[in-house]
Nanobody, 121 residues
Framework: QVQLVESGGGLVQAGGSLRLSCAAS????????MGWYRQPPGAQRELVAT???????NVANSVKGRFTISRDNARNTVYLQMDSLKAEETAVYYC???????????????WGQGTQVTVSS
C-alpha cells in the first residue's frame, strides 16, 4: 500500500558530495516524520537525520554541519544532502517515514530498500 523509493547513492571520493532522495507513494493519508538511517558494514543501523512535517530536524552529531536534511511535503519526498563525506560513512542508507494509510487512524513506520553509499579514501 505504501512504498518508499530511494535514489542518489553511489561511489564518491572522500571530501565529495552526494544527494539522496526518497519519495513515498501509495495510499497515503498523512506523513509525520521522515528521515534517513544508515548501516555501515558489520555495524548496527544508526540515525542520520529526521525531519517533521513542520520542518523540525534532528541530526546526528557526527554529521552536523556537513549533512542537510530537507523535505517537500507536496511531493512526499525527503532529501539528504551529504557534503565532505568521509570514508567511514560508507554504508547502506535507508529512508524512513512514519505514515498513516488513508482511511485508517494509525501511523506506522515504513522503510525503503536502502541505497549504497561508498566513500573511497
Amino acid at each position: 500500500q505504501v512504498q518508499l523509493v530511494e535514489s542518489g547513492g553511489g561511489l564518491v571520493q572522500a571530501g565529495g558530495s552526494l544527494r539522496l532522495s526518497c519519495a513515498a507513494s501509495g495510499n497515503i493519508g498523512g506523513i509525520n516524520a521522515m528521515g534517513w538511517y544508515r548501516q555501515p558494514p558489520g555495524a548496527q543501523r544508526e540515525l542520520v537525520a529526521t525531519i517533521t512535517s513542520g520542518g523540525s530536524t534532528n541530526v546526528a552529531n557526527s554529521v552536523k554541519g556537513r549533512f542537510t536534511i530537507s523535505r517537500d511535503n507536496a511531493r512526499n519526498t525527503v532529501y539528504l544532502q551529504m557534503d565532505s563525506l568521509k570514508a567511514e560513512e560508507t554504508a547502506v542508507y535507508y529512508c524512513y517515514a512514519n505514515i498513516r494509510v488513508r482511511y485508517t487512524n494509525t501511523y506506522l513506520d515504513y522503510w525503503g530498500q536502502g541505497t549504497q553509499v561508498t566513500v573511497s579514501s
